[in-house]
């Protein structure tokens, strides 16, 4: 039976990647400085620890682990990254969770280790024109990523990819575009426009109206969770390392994505934009290099998504209504 390490278990991500690897047979060991809070990820072994602590992934790492998948990370929407106000913790707390977790891995003897790398790494200039990002792979320097969260994303990536050449450790690089679904952070602050608007769109009134930050105009691409998941579980079992885009091609611009949500939800939606955290003009995935290398790209339209993600957001929003009364 083969061993997996599923450092972040208690997020998104996490979670829905501990359930993948056990209905393929794996013995999952999560860790994360939370449970899930959906009780999402069922592990056979899950630690409660702080990853940012050099003896806490010593002692994670230890049980002879084929795999681990590094997902810990101090991230969120634009809500949370492009604000300015939690850069010191994001560079200081994701920066040694890779450089302890790493180490601690490679030191235990691990073959394989996944690095989960962002989207947010791409440089600036390239995602000015809201109809024409540009992120190919390659396209990543001369570096200029818009937050400190890209900037760290890229530092790990290099780290990663140094313990490869190195060290001999077997390293996979993805870069996430914008992952979205069921299980996924809605409210708090940390939630990402997919879930920010679901809810929005479920609190308001039929004919009633939703704050949209910026002017709607720019654009993203969403990529619900169970393709990255795949993504990953391809990417791990290629022989190929990347950085490697993850992520949907089926770019749209934030107000349209509200109207969709508006027509989902049966309801008529006024959209009025306000000023807010906006992030990069434009972003969506260039698949050309999942296709090439792993014979696969994400193919889900991102209605039938949303729709999935929008039913579950309604059952939380509706299960709080019920608690409080
Ligand atoms: P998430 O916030 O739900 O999960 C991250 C988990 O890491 C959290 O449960 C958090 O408690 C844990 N964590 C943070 N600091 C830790 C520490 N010091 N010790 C132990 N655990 C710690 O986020 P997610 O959406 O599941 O993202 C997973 C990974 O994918 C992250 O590395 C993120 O940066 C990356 N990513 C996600 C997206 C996306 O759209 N969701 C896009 C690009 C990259
Ligand atoms: N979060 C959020 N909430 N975003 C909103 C809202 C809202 O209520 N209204 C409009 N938006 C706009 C934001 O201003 C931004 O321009 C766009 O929707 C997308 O926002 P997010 O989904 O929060 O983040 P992002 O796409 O800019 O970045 C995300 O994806 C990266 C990978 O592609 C983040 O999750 C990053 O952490 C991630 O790495």
Not at 52 to 80: H, I, R, W
Not at 110 to 126: G, H, L, R, T
Not at 165 to 184: C, D, E, M, S, Y
């Amino acid at each position: 039976m083969k061993k997996a390490l599923v450092c972040g278990a208690g997020g998104f991500i996490g979670g829905h990647l501990v359930n993948r690897l056990k209905s393929e047979g794996y013995w999952v060991r999560g860790v994360d400085l939370k449970y899930n809070e959906y009780g999402n990820g069922n592990a056979d072994d899950f630690v409660i620890g702080d990853l940012t602590d050099p003896v806490v992934c010593k002692n994670v790492s230890e049980g002879g682990f084929d795999e681990v998948y590094q997902l810990a990370a101090d991230m969120g929407g634009a809500g949370y990254i492009f604000t300015g106000e939690n850069d010191a913790a994001v560079m200081h707390n994701s920066a040694l969770c890779n450089l302890h977790m790493l180490h601690a891995a490679q030191q235990a003897g691990v073959k394989k280790i996944f690095y989960s790398s962002s989207a947010c790494m791409y440089p600036e200039y390239n995602q000015l024109d809201p109809e024409n990002p540009k992120c190919s792979e390659e396209s990543a320097y001369p570096a200029a990523p818009d937050s400190e969260y890209g900037w760290e994303k890229l530092f790990s990536e290099r780290l990663y990819l140094t313990y490869q050449r190195n060290l001999g450790i077997t390293v996979k690089v993805a870069r996430f575009h914008n992952i979205f679904g069921p299980q996924g952070t809605w409210k708090g602050g940390k939630e990402k426009a997919p879930a920010a608007i679901c809810r929005k769109v479920i609190e308001a009134e039929d004919g009633g109206t939703i704050e949209i930050w910026g002017d709607g105009k720019q654009t993203r691409s969403f990529l619900y969770v169970d393709e990255c998941v795949e993504g990953v579980r391809r990417l791990m079992e290629s022989d190929f390392s990347g950085p490697v885009n993850i992520g949907s091609e089926e770019m749209i611009s934030i107000n349209d994505f509200a109207k969709m949500i508006a027509e989902i939800s049966g309801k008529k939606i006024i959209i009025k934009n306000i000023s807010g955290p906006e992030g990069v003009r434009g972003r969506n995935s260039d698949n050309a290099l999942i296709q090439e290398k792993l014979g696969w790209a994400p193919s889900q339209s991102l209605k039938e998504g949303i729709t999935k993600t929008y039913q579950w957001i309604s059952e939380q929003a509706n299960k709080e209504v019920a608690e409080l009364v």
